[in-house]
Antibody, heavy 117, light 108 residues
């Protein structure tokens, strides 16, 4: 059974950095593109970034490129999101999700990031 | 940038049919995916590639896509279908994942 478990969220001050992790199990991790999607409180879904197995392809939302970095450790089945220079508007639940074709077929439970002074 | 437009809300009585639409320029040339999200929970894929259903999703959920509009149809609506529904495409020209703004389905 596919499982995705995010961790690393919490309360941070504006300008600080944070690294989120997503532990994957139940499938051959290296064979799948993975991504991060976020959802601000009471708002819709916003795609953040995607990374293919073996780091062949990296994609970022235009508004986040330069501050956020997606990476993965295929040997440990882990997905990461490094977030720098955090702003209040980055406050959201961050989900990792597996990519199936161009859909997202499995999602984690999400981890909440709150940026506030 | 490519934009997907969804109506903010749709209301339907139990047992009736709900239609949630997703508008986009020439969306009929793309693969559209639909997610259901209940309060406090992660999204769940209910339709992918316009009209396919993942295993475990009831046949009551179906999808279509043509021209500038994709539609998620929920037949014989139940109280448990009350949720937010989001459409999504991969926009190849920009290499971006695009989500619609979401539609809140209320079961009266």
């Amino acid at each position: 059974e596919v499982h995705l478990v995010e961790s690393g969220g919490g309360l941070v001050k504006p300008g600080e950095s944070l690294i989120l992790s997503c532990a994957a199990s139940g499938f051959i991790f290296t064979s799948y593109t993975m991504n991060w999607v976020r959802q601000a409180p009471g708002k819709g879904l916003e795609w953040v970034a995607s990374i293919s197995g073996g780091y062949r392809d990296l994609y970022y939302a235009d508004s986040l490129k330069g501050r956020f970095t997606i990476s993965r450790d295929d040997g440990s089945d882990l997905l990461y999101l490094r977030m720098d220079s955090l702003r209040a508007e980055d406050t959201a639940v961050y989900y990792c999700a597996r990519v199936f074709g161009t859909a997202r077929d499995y999602w984690g439970q999400g981890t909440l990031v709150t940026v506030s002074s | 940038s490519y934009v997907l437009i969804q109506s903010p809300s749709v209301s339907v009585a139990p047992g009736q049919t709900a239609r949630v639409t997703c508008g986009g320029n020439n969306i009929g040339t793309m693969s559209v995916h639909w997610y259901q999200q209940k309060p406090g929970l992660a999204p769940v894929l209910v339709v992918y590639d316009n009209s396919d259903r993942p295993s475990g999703i009831p046949e009551r959920f179906s999808g279509s896509n043509s021209g500038n509009t994709a539609t998620l149809t929920i037949s014989r609506v139940e109280a448990g279908d009350e949720a937010d529904y989001f459409c999504q495409v991969w926009h190849g020209d920009s290499e971006h994942v695009i989500f619609g703004g979401g539609t809140k389905l209320t079961v009266l």
